[in-house]
């Protein structure tokens, strides 16, 4: 029996279509692997990664900790773990994920794990710093790289990699073509000095929108897949995945001149009927959606969320709709809607979705 009534429905029709979406974009040998770091998102990775693994080559996690989750629930694809350190590499090797190594730090601790255990031909990513500044190697970094590698036979470098800094943005696309060309100068050096070919990839979501020529062997989709193109045009072709649903706890009537919720942020200036909604700031609602900055559809009609968010609830003022205790809430189910609460929120929908809360139920639809 279901008895939550906050959860978080995943639809995997709309994530199998994105990812067609993304697919028929792309030249038919060009790999996928799918980000699913952060619980997919903010959906729920195993579900996820379930429901895609036959139909991508890779999936990619932030922290070690997210592919062991994977690995743990049977999940066999090839998982890069784009941010690992020093201390999760023993791990990393147990589970068979395959680590990102951005620095000589860390390269030099996994060549000397490799070297003790020892392994064969384990599968590692190199990681290139083209201009985000954040994490990966620098291009004068490339002959020194080389030769501690191919002075080894316990790992193979699976792929090289690197990050847009601002793929989605039209007024730096001489900036991007710039990182994407410095990549494929590092690049073309690991092929004349390494002995093999490396798959390459430096592609996001909007990468694989705005740079298709630069798709190389892979590319890495993450907010694509569930649901936004990073532009309007694009969005408006994929389908929402994450809809927040909630119910309706209790409705007050409250005279003019009274108030509603912490703070008395919310005073009437008519009769109103304030609708009690079990879900708050703790599960990912944003305190800024307070005091009609906010709004919820009941019945499929938007009401405002009057007063402050508190961390359990929120009040919603219903006055104008017809409802009863009990019925439906939605917090959003449209990626309009999500956009529009990261616009009030002062950010952008990666945010709005992965923030909530692991105290909500997920469910996956299908
Ligand atoms: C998160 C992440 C991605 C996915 O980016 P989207 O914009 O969500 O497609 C790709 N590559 C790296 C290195 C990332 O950290």
Redesign the pocket.
């Known amino acids: 029996m279901n008895n939550h009534v906050t959860v978080l429905e995943i639809d995997a029709v709309s994530l199998q279509h994105n990812l067609a979406y993304f697919k028929q974009k792309l030249n038919p040998n060009t790999k996928v692997l799918a980000?699913v770091?952060a619980f997919g998102?903010g959906s729920e990775s195993t579900e996820i990664a379930k429901l895609l693994q036959d139909k991508v080559d890779y999936f990619?996690v932030?922290y070690s900790n997210e592919g062991i989750i994977l690995r743990e629930a049977g999940i066999k694809t090839p998982i890069l773990v784009?941010h690992p350190q020093i201390q999760n590499l023993e791990e990393i090797v147990k589970h068979r994920l395959e680590p990102n190594l951005y620095n000589f730090k860390i390269l030099d601790a996994f060549l000397k794990l490799s070297d003790e255990a020892p392994l064969m031909n384990y599968p590692i990513h190199i990681k290139f710093n083209t201009g985000l500044n954040r994490l990966g190697f620098w291009h004068t970094d490339v002959p020194t790289i080389i030769t501690q590698i191919k002075s080894s036979n316990n790992i193979k470098v699976q792929s090289i990699f690197s990050?847009l800094a601002a793929s989605e943005d039209p007024n730096e696309q001489n900036f991007t073509i710039g990182q994407i060309n410095n990549f494929a100068y590092i690049v073309k050096q690991f092929y004349d000095h390494l002995g093999y070919e490396p798959m390459i990839h430096i592609l996001?979501?909007?990468g694989v929108i705005n740079y298709p020529q630069a798709q190389f062997d892979m590319v890495?989709?993450?907010?694509?897949l569930y649901g936004f193109g990073?532009n309007e045009q694009e969005t408006s072709q994929l389908r929402n995945t994450h809809t927040l649903k909630s119910i309706i706890s209790q409705i007050h009537l409250i005279q003019p001149g009274e108030t509603v919720g912490y703070n008395r942020a919310f005073v009437a200036s008519r009769p109103t009927q304030s609708a009690t909604i079990p879900v708050g700031h703790a599960d990912g609602i944003s305190r800024k959606l307070g005091n009609k900055k906010g709004y919820v559809f009941i019945n499929g009609q938007p009401v405002p969320i009057i007063g402050n968010v508190c961390m359990d609830m929120i009040m919603v003022d219903v006055t104008d709709v017809d409802c009863k205790e009990g019925d439906e809430v939605i917090l959003f189910n449209h990626q309009k809607h999500i956009e529009y609460i990261a616009h009030n929120c002062e950010t952008i929908p990666?945010e709005i979705l992965t923030a909530i809360s692991q105290r909500v139920k997920r469910l996956v639809k299908s």
């Open positions: 980000v770091k998102y990619a932030a784009l990050h996001n979501t909007s890495r989709v993450g907010i694509g990073n990666y």
